[in-house]
């Protein structure tokens, strides 16, 4: 059981590359999120997906895209890196109406000189 | 947007200790969830409560779901070295709405 695996888990950029970080459940969960999470600050939600498509802004979105054209993946991007992005990035997804519980990935490290 | 405040910040204990965390909201939940969540790792979710007064045990944890629907409570028992974590509450308004409200977390620190 896979559940949901995150790639890269460690990246180092310098400021103004872009990079897409990836996001694969095996779950067949139908909503998919990405979170960032720095010191201090606990999870903040960046963008979210309720079905393969479509694309929802969370809660930090700017400097970040989405793209979710197949059901089982999630895709993060960054078009232009800047290291106020340097973070911590987690991706979850969970099935509807399954008492809100979201499952999460290991996290992918992301260090911007 | 929906806040919650989750306290203490960070913990430092001996092992065998008793150690309770709580959050608090100004608004209803209907949904809480405790997370754990290990150095390098991603959360891990620890007790899921659905209903107002439940008191939910898993081995060593237990958590309430507070009778207002604003706070929610974990307790763990007997503290060992494998507690090491940053423990996340989460709280879930329910109906159509998608989005989970964390908590900053608890860093506990078990001193054997």
């Known amino acids: 059981n896979a559940g949901v695996t995150q790639t890269p888990k460690f990246r180092v950029l310098k400021t103004g590359q872009s990079m897409t970080l990836l996001c694969a459940q095996d779950?067949?969960?139908?909503?998919m999120y990405w979170y960032r999470q720095d010191p201090g600050m606990g999870l903040r939600l960046i963008h979210y997906s309720v079905g393969e498509g479509t694309t929802a802004k969370g809660e930090v979105p700017d400097g970040y895209n989405v793209s979710r054209l197949k059901k089982q993946n999630f895709l993060l991007g960054l078009e232009s890196a800047a290291p106020s992005q340097t973070s911590v990035y987690f991706c979850?997804?969970?099935?509807?109406?399954?008492?809100?519980?979201?499952?999460f990935g290991a996290g992918t490290r992301l260090s911007v000189l | 947007g929906q806040q919650l405040n989750q306290s203490p910040q960070s913990m430092f204990i001996q092992e065998g200790e008793d150690v309770s965390m709580n959050c608090t909201s100004s608004?209803?939940?209907?949904?809480w969830l405790w997370y754990k969540q290990e150095p390098g790792e991603g959360p891990v979710l620890l007790i899921a409560?659905?209903?107002?007064?439940e008191l939910t045990s898993n081995g060593r944890l237990t958590a309430q779901f507070g009778i207002t629907r604003k706070d929610s409570f974990l307790n763990i028992s007997a503290s060992i070295p494998s507690d090491v974590g940053i423990y996340f509450c989460a709280g879930g308004p329910g109906g159509s709405n998608y989005k989970l409200t964390f908590g900053k977390g608890t860093l506990l620190t078990v001193n054997p």
């Open positions: 608004s209803i939940f209907n949904t």
């Open positions: 979850a997804s969970r099935e509807p109406g399954r008492g809100n519980i979201q499952y």
């Open positions: 409560l659905y209903k107002a007064g």
């Open positions: 779950m067949n969960h139908e909503y």
